[in-house]
């Protein structure tokens, strides 16, 4: 088969995600890390980022090579001093692993828990902020991907905020869709990657960082690589990164930041992943399935729906029907039920998740499955 008539796969993850095939063309082309042209795909890469983020006169965008977590590493290790503390808020795996990030460079940590199904809670974080004054840093996550909740990062920042301390915000799977303005909600850094509502291709990870903070970084961090401050210092001084780039990355994510402005910034991407849900959602539940949290603290992100009890069901032959006819879903990370998710982001559009609940049917009616319900 060709490379034109090969059918791409719709991946409702959350993460890698479905590309728009002018973000995979932008890949096309070969760059050197000198080149006037790619340092200026760089600058206008970094601008672009700190205009969706509304914080072009505050922050200023540092990216990174990796993965997302990379950068929520990166950014924890350069953001807190030797003799910082983090108290991590923790409903999720995300928040999980920013508290193995934090034990493993050694950096001090206080985390709370939440039930998955509840968001983190302010006045529970005021108590734990005016227990504790030796607590610096805040790390939150803006929606937890684990199940699809939206945490509410503007009560939170308030009363980081009222606090005098400093906010870290793991915003991967929102930013860009889901807004969070710098100027009305205070943030010392956000943390998101070139992959997920940006759709971009994977590869690099990138912090929104106020730069009064990060003046005063130098020599935080515990990693050479993950050094946001000599990072940026780099980029400011010479326009290149301290190591090899992602190029082809770099202008892929380029590609998705003009598509991301053309489809209406945040809110036109924020509408059509809306749009997602809704379509799932209710395709879903015209079908018996239910979805594991209530509608007002599911963010249009990635649904997470409970297993069916019926017998005929198991997970593994419902996602080989749905692969089959081109769906790709991913498993549940509840510990406490039996789920799977399917996200709502990437370049996928109402029309696909109207096909995919065909390719629901149709693998349930193969499997025999009669009741969706849990
Ligand atoms: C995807 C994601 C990450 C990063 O995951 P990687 O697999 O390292 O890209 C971090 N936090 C959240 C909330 C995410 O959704």
Redesign the pocket.
């Known amino acids: 088969m060709s490379d034109k008539q090969q059918t791409q796969p719709i991946l409702l993850t ?2 890698p995600l479905t590309t728009a095939r002018s973000t995979r063309e932008a890949m096309l082309r070969d760059w050197g890390s000198r080149d006037p042209a790619f340092l200026e795909l760089n600058a206008r890469v970094r601008e672009q980022v700190l205009v969706i983020a509304d914080a072009v006169d505050t922050h200023v965008c540092v990216p990174v090579q990796g ?4 950068a ?1 590493e990166a950014t924890l290790g350069t953001l807190v001093p030797r003799d910082g503390k983090v108290l991590a808020l923790i409903n999720g795996a ?1 928040g999980h692993r920013m508290v193995r990030i934090c034990q493993v460079a050694g950096i001090a940590t206080e985390a709370h828990e939440w039930n998955e199904l509840e968001p983190v809670d302010p006045k529970v974080i005021a108590r734990l902020l005016d227990a504790d004054a030796s607590i610096t840093h805040v790390a939150v ?1 803006h ?3 684990t199940t699809g909740i939206l945490n509410p990062v503007a009560a939170v920042a308030a009363v980081v905020a009222e606090r005098k301390r400093s906010l870290i915000v ?1 915003a ?2 929102a930013f860009g869709a889901l807004e969070l303005s710098a100027r009305r909600v205070p943030y010392d850094a956000l943390v998101a ?1 070139s992959n ?1 509502c940006i759709e971009g291709a994977p590869g690099m990870g990138f912090a929104v960082i106020r730069r009064s903070a990060l003046e005063k970084c130098e020599g935080n961090a515990r990693s050479l690589s993950l050094d946001l401050y000599d990072q940026w210092r780099g980029l400011e001084k010479t326009k290149q990164w301290r190591f090899t780039p992602p190029t082809h990355v770099l202008a892929a994510f380029d590609q998705a930041l003009r598509s991301h402005a053309e489809e209406g910034g945040v809110n036109g991407r924020g509408a059509r992943y809306r749009a997602n849900c809704r379509v799932l959602v209710d395709g879903m539940r015209a079908m018996g399935f239910h979805t594991a949290l209530p509608d007002d603290l599911q963010a249009p992100i990635i649904i997470t729906f409970l297993l069916p009890k019926d017998p005929k069901f198991a997970f593994e032959t419902f996602y080989q029907g749905l692969a089959r006819r081109g769906f790709l879903i991913y498993p549940g990370k509840l510990t406490k039920a039996d789920t799977f998710r399917m996200g709502c982001i990437g370049h996928v559009q109402p029309d696909d998740m109207r096909r995919a609940l065909v390719a629901v049917r149709e693998t349930l009616d193969e499997m025999g499955v009669k009741e969706c319900a849990p």
């Open positions: 959350p993460g993965s997302g977590t990379f929520v995300y996550v929606c937890e991907t793991d991967m799977s990657s997920k």
